[in-house]
């Protein structure tokens, strides 16, 4: 009887499965589910291109030219830095409208998130209803700037507004608030501070985090409330404080809606409101002149990173993470 001996798998011809088969086969699938990721991702990337990418640059191509509008593009003429050395040297306006920027970000964005703190410590707590009570101090930042509600904001602080009858009640002699040069930027800052509710969800969402141990432990070493809020919460807090801070600050630098429906698109009045992003809407579309606008586009964003860069530089001395390891 012959003896017969089993075919060795690694010899060729046998019939099996060679090891680069299966490779190649892995490798199309692979390349099968980088395609159909492309795919899925392709509406971004189409969005992003002709929505961001190409807007962007094309804005900062028009910052070097004299574009209007109704100029066609064949007769844009390059400029170079000429809006760029009128926007430091030469608008008078320009810098008004940064001054007043400034003014309504350093006062507005840090009693917005002392606000929302405020709250958020307040309903830190399994009372009775406080879920009712989160959602309707969150409502206001739902309707974010709206125009609808700058227009109810502008008739409440009117002459014969909702504010003024709420002072007559108490003897108080009210104003036409929005008409006053002197207290218009404080109306609008009212309404920014007003929508204190996304960065106190995010607060509470912190406060949760805290571990009770600590909260012991500081209790247990005579520490009273304040001590507390200040040595626990406060540290603990830190990143999330950092985290509204960025945010906070560059929403407050984009301010627009408000001062655009209270002015009627001027600035008004005596320019108290003329934002930055609204003394860039004038240039662009009120003065047509779209190569200027450009131009304090791409400053204004030059700006924003600079400070974000700085929040982020400053950040590793007073943001305390978890692990111990500060950023």
């Excluded at 004299?66 to 050395?85: H, K, Q, R």
């Excluded at 969800?201 to 005579?222: H, N």
């Excluded at 005596?270 to 586009?297: C, H, K, Q, R, W």
Aim: zero cysteines; glycine letters at 10%; aromatic letters at 14%.
């Amino acid at each position: 009887m012959a003896l017969t001996t089993a075919p060795d798998p690694t010899r060729r011809g046998t019939g099996s499965v060679r090891p680069h088969a299966n490779r190649r086969g892995a490798g199309g699938f692979r390349n099968s589910e980088g395609l159909a990721g492309y795919v899925f991702l392709s509406p971004w990337l189409i969005g992003l291109m002709a929505v961001t990418a190409i807007p962007m640059l094309l804005s900062l191509y028009l910052s070097f030219t004299n574009y209007d509008i109704l100029t066609p593009w064949s007769e844009v003429e390059w400029v170079g830095f000429a809006n760029y050395e009128r926007m430091f040297t030469n608008d008078p306006s320009y810098w008004h409208a940064v001054q007043v920027t400034l003014k309504f970000a350093l006062i507005a964005v840090p009693l917005k998130l002392a606000a929302a703190l405020g709250v958020a410590l307040l309903l830190n707590h399994a009372w009775r209803g406080v879920g009712l009570f989160r959602g309707l101090f969150y409502l206001p930042s739902l309707l974010g700037g709206s125009v609808a509600l700058a227009i109810v904001w502008v008739n409440m602080f009117n002459r014969d507004g909702a504010f003024n009858s709420l002072l007559g009640l108490f003897g108080i002699e009210g104003k036409p608030w929005v008409n006053d040069p002197d207290w218009a930027l404080e109306t609008l800052m009212v309404l920014a501070i007003w929508q204190f509710g996304a960065p106190m969800v995010i607060f509470l969402a912190g406060l949760k985090q805290v571990p009770t141990e600590l909260y012991e432990a500081a209790s247990v070493d005579g520490a009273n409330k304040w001590r507390q809020f200040r040595n626990v919460t406060l540290p603990m807090l830190s990143p999330v404080i950092f985290f509204n801070l960025v945010l906070e600050t560059i929403n407050g630098f984009q301010g627009f809606t408000a001062a655009f429906v209270l002015s009627n698109g001027t600035g008004g009045p005596v320019d108290s409101t003329l934002m930055y992003t609204l003394n860039l809407y004038i240039a662009g579309f009120t003065d047509l002149s779209m190569g200027y606008a450009s131009a304090m586009a791409w400053v204004f964003l030059l700006a924003i990173a600079i400070i974000t860069v700085v929040f982020f530089s400053t950040g590793r001395f007073w943001v305390h993470y978890s692990d111990g390891e500060d950023r």
